[in-house]
């Protein structure tokens, strides 16, 4: 059974940084691909970063392009979003992913999910 533990969220002020991780386990084959979405108070879950283990492939989303950045180390089997230059708006749960097709910002092709870790960015 595959697993996905999110760490790492927190507290910080606007222009700081935070590195989440997704911690991940029980995948059977190599080809996959794990996404970071969010969800702030009253709106949708939001697709913000994915990293394909198939072929290395990355996206962003545009309103977080130049500041996160996503990154993988296989031999620990996790993934980190680097959240630099924070902003109030980047607020919301942050969820890891997985699917064994391709990257996608729509949640409903995702079979796996974590438990979410909170990221809230205020003065």
């Known amino acids: 059974q595959v697993q996905l533990v999110e760490s790492g969220g927190g507290l910080v002020q606007p222009g700081m940084s935070l590195r989440l991780a997704c911690a991940t386990s029980?995948?059977?084959?190599?080809?996959?691909?794990i996404a970071w979405f969010r969800q702030a108070p009253g709106k949708e879950r939001e697709g913000v970063s994915c990293?394909?283990?198939?072929?290395?492939?990355?996206y962003y989303a545009d309103s977080v392009k130049g500041r996160f950045t996503i990154s993988r180390d296989k031999a620990n089997n996790t993934v980190y979003l680097q959240m630099n230059s924070l902003k109030p708006e980047d607020t919301a749960v942050y969820y890891c992913?997985?699917?064994?097709?391709?990257?996608?910002?729509?949640?409903?092709?995702?079979?796996?999910w974590g438990q979410g870790t909170q990221v809230t960015v205020s003065s």
């Open positions: 992913a997985s699917d064994n097709t391709r990257c996608s910002w729509y949640t409903y092709e995702y079979d796996y």
């Open positions: 990293i394909s283990n198939i072929d290395g492939s990355i």
């Open positions: 029980g995948f059977r084959s190599p080809y996959y691909v």
